[in-house]
DNA sequence: CTCAGTTTTGAATACCCGTTCTAATTGCTG
DNA sequence: CAGCAATTAGAACGGGTATTCAAAACTGAG
């Protein structure tokens, strides 16, 4: 064999994320992303090709951590609506902790790059599925017991919550306020009656 | 007096915007701008001062011509509820009817530029304010009559159709379809009862 | 008809972009 | 320890970036 790796795959990939999280895909030059991974042109490119496809590993790598994460949630013990909210906390405490206020990558790679780059577009839709999956899961558990009105469509309301959620993903950016998150939230549970 | 404009300030200040909105402040060049509104560099410069500025610019009249037409239906005649629908249903309008699915400028431009760009971001909060309020104008005439339960805040109620109509701008970008958006509405709106 | 005042023109500025190249360095295998 | 093979380093590439400049073109007032 031959000379090995000096950086971490997975590691440097996580620091060109937090650069094109918080600037963008034009904001971010691969001089920007260069300094922040602390590797070597040379290694960047033969290790992730090139902008754009460096660009959607990282995506991808934000996408899986996410989604496990919500997926977590939703497997959790708890009543319906206990999950429910568990999922919207989970996120306004991501975006509300974060100093940078970056948001949601997937949001801002959505308004910044769709329609456009095919790619993206490709990941944000399976994100949206995946994510409308989540909150029917929960809605037709809720149904189940009672806790949530069964006359309703499952699929319309997982539509809802996700459209909810990609809203509170913009007014993070101007309002990156815990409380009154939890309060758009709580108005919004009010569909379940 | 001297040598008089070759062109009309207005129009290719909205020959601008189209290209700022549809690719962004980071995606869209001097070139592409000069190109799109045809007139030379140096009286871009003159007239918009640099490209921040122009940016801004076009993001403010998108903003008045945006913000006149929804107060129009605010205003309009019809029950709360219609006026609420209609709003929406305006919105959705112009999202559909767009070939290019460039979606909602001021979204796009909060995604892109908040925080980092304090004049757009400043911008961006009037407009929520500003659409917040005609919500609440809303609310209000609408628990007056009756149609809306007046035990609930016309704050809340207004910061979560705010949100719902962020919600909107981004999942438009994915799925442009009016019958599905119009469906989410339907959800959203017994939120009122 | 002159000429001051403005706009237009198109080139030129200096710098940054994404990407690639060559050469030097390194660690593993035989 | 020799030699292979991959990684590293850093310069170099052509082209694009936002912005400015000097000169030409033009209009209307005196």
């Given at each position: 064999?031959?000379r090995?790796?000096e950086?971490?795959?997975?590691?440097v990939?996580?620091?060109a994320?937090?650069?094109?999280w918080?600037?963008?895909?034009?904001?971010?030059?691969?001089?920007?992303l260069?300094?922040?991974?602390?590797?070597?042109?040379?290694?960047?490119y033969?290790?992730?090709?090139n902008?754009?496809?460096?660009?959607?590993?990282?995506?991808?790598?934000?996408?899986?951590?996410n989604?496990?994460?919500l997926?977590?949630v939703?497997?959790?013990?708890?009543?319906a609506?206990?999950r429910?909210?568990g999922?919207?906390?989970l996120?306004?405490?991501r975006?509300?902790?974060?100093?940078?206020r970056k948001g949601c990558?997937?949001?801002?790679?959505?308004?910044?790059?769709?329609?456009?780059?095919p790619?993206?577009?490709?990941l944000v839709?399976?994100t949206?599925?995946?994510?409308?999956?989540l909150?029917r899961?929960?809605v037709?558990?809720?149904?189940q017991?009672?806790?949530i009105?069964?006359?309703?469509s499952?699929k319309e309301?997982a539509?809802f919550?996700?459209t909810?959620?990609?809203?509170?993903?913009?007014?993070?950016?101007?309002?990156?306020?815990r409380?009154?998150?939890e309060?758009l939230?709580?108005?919004a549970?009010?569909?379940?009656?």
């Open positions: 064999m031959a090995p790796r950086f971490d795959e997975q590691e990939l996580q620091k994320t937090e650069v094109f918080k600037k963008g895909f034009h904001g971010s030059s691969m001089q920007d260069v300094e922040a991974m602390d590797i070597n042109r040379a290694s960047l033969d290790t992730f090709g902008k754009q496809h460096l660009y959607l590993s990282c995506l991808k790598s934000y996408h899986d951590i989604q496990h994460e997926a977590g939703v497997e959790g013990s708890g009543s609506r206990d429910l909210r999922l919207f906390i996120c306004i405490e975006f509300v902790d974060d100093p940078d990558f997937i949001a801002n790679a959505t308004l910044e790059r769709v329609p456009g780059d790619a993206t577009q490709q839709c399976k949206v599925q995946e994510t409308e999956q909150f899961v929960i037709e558990a809720g149904q017991t009672g806790e009105n069964p006359a309703l499952p309301l539509q919550w996700t909810m959620l990609a809203g509170l993903r913009v007014v993070v950016k101007i309002n990156p306020d409380a009154a998150l309060d939230m709580r108005v549970m009010r569909v379940l009656d």
